[in-house]
């Protein structure tokens, strides 16, 4: 299947593909809203649900603009490489249940950000320093 092909046939599969997509195909976060499903031998993720994935997608945009000093990218419209952007997913989201839990092990996404909330009531108010630090504790990628 060509690219072309592969992508309009992955419009009209995923209705909502998630946020989080590179973290959950690595493994080093699971969500309980995630759903797996397979097209031209590709591995995708998909959201159950239109509100876990608009907070997601929320959570997200905010751990680009957090890591863009560390990554070299101030411009967030503009995508990662593959090895950076897993740095901002699973990184992030390492970096926010480290601050928030002490530990590094994100179990379920869609929970995290249902404490985060709980936490400091809006996205925009996450300590994301501190996140950052986190991150680079919590996360080491593939040589770490």
Known sequence: MDESAFRQRMAAVIERPCSFEKAILSHCVSCARSERMQIA???????????????CNELHLHLRRAFAFALGQPDVTVPL???????????GLQGIQYVLYDSSEVENVDALLV????????LADVPYSEVIHAAARCYKGRHG
């Open 115 to 122: 404490g985060t909330l709980q936490q400091w009531g809006v």
């Open 81 to 91: 490489p593959h090895a950076q952007e897993k740095r901002v997913q699973c990184g």
């Open 41 to 55: 031998e590709r591995e995708l993720v998909s959201c159950q649900t239109l509100a876990s994935l608009s907070r």
